[in-house]
């Protein structure tokens, strides 16, 4: 590109050169608003995820069999944080609930002997209900509980009935409790639940470790409640990828009762 110079020697700019000039000014400030425009987007977004994870939604998986058949290992839960009032991240503040767990309710809750890890589990007692279990059969208050969701299988390792001694102190002295108590694993109690707390069972009875054997759940562990399974597959050793080649296609979007 060619300017014109004055005798002087002072250079003049030309139509030219000025056109020039004037597209690489648009070009850089074209690439400095996309960069800003693509950043708060991103930045809209991951604080979008944080709000709807913290505060509405969160995704589960089920580690174990438990909650059989209700749920099986492999599945992938979508959890309503907010139905309970979902906690503010670093305090003890919840925002209002939209109802309170209701005995019969699926919860996910901080396992009260290690908060870091996340239990499923049936809500079975509320605060001031009495619990008691005789030969398999749940007793709600006195009268004994249809349980249609129940699993009953063969039960994996033998109790202790040490396991059972925090008990002692919410157990109704009944006339048998008198002479001595035994609790095993399908006869306990009758159990008062303390206020601010529940008592959650497994659905596979014989094999989930529960409030039978480490306590009740106090109602600030309380997370949430599934809502969906949002994608399940069947573990098996014998495929390399079983998420991909082992689809439990029938249970995807089924509710959790």
Wanted: proline fraction near 6%; charge should be positive.
């Amino acid at each position: 590109m060619s300017h014109s110079v004055t005798p002087s020697g002072s250079r003049i700019v030309t139509d030219e050169h000025r056109a020039h000039v004037l597209r690489a000014m648009n070009r850089s400030r074209w690439r400095l608003d996309g960069f800003w425009e693509w950043s708060k987007i991103i930045i809209f977004a991951v604080a979008l995820f944080v709000i709807i994870r913290t505060f509405g939604v969160e995704a589960y998986k089920i580690p174990s069999g438990s909650m059989e058949q209700t749920l099986q290992v492999g599945d992938f839960l979508l959890v309503n944080k907010a139905l309970y009032g979902a906690e503010v991240p670093f305090t003890h503040l919840r925002l209002p609930a939209i109802r309170s767990p209701r005995r019969g309710d699926v919860i996910v809750f901080q396992y009260p002997l290690n908060p870091q890890q996340s239990y499923v589990k049936r809500l079975i007692g509320l605060p001031r209900d009495t619990v008691e279990m005789r030969e398999g059969v749940l007793y709600l208050n006195g009268r004994p509980k249809q349980e249609r969701y129940v699993l009953h299988s063969q039960p994996v390792g033998d109790q202790v009935e040490e396991e059972f001694r925090w008990q002692n102190p919410y157990l109704v002295r009944t006339a048998e409790a008198s002479v001595g108590y035994h609790p095993s694993r399908n006869t306990w109690g009758p159990l008062i639940v303390p206020q601010k707390s529940y008592f959650v069972l497994g659905d596979n009875r014989d094999n989930s470790a529960d409030s039978r054997y480490w306590g009740f759940v106090a109602d600030s562990l309380v997370k949430g409640r599934p809502l969906v399974v949002y994608y399940s597959y069947e573990r098996d050793a014998t495929h390399r990828f079983p998420w991909l080649t082992n689809i439990r296609w029938g249970r995807l979007g089924a509710r959790i009762r």
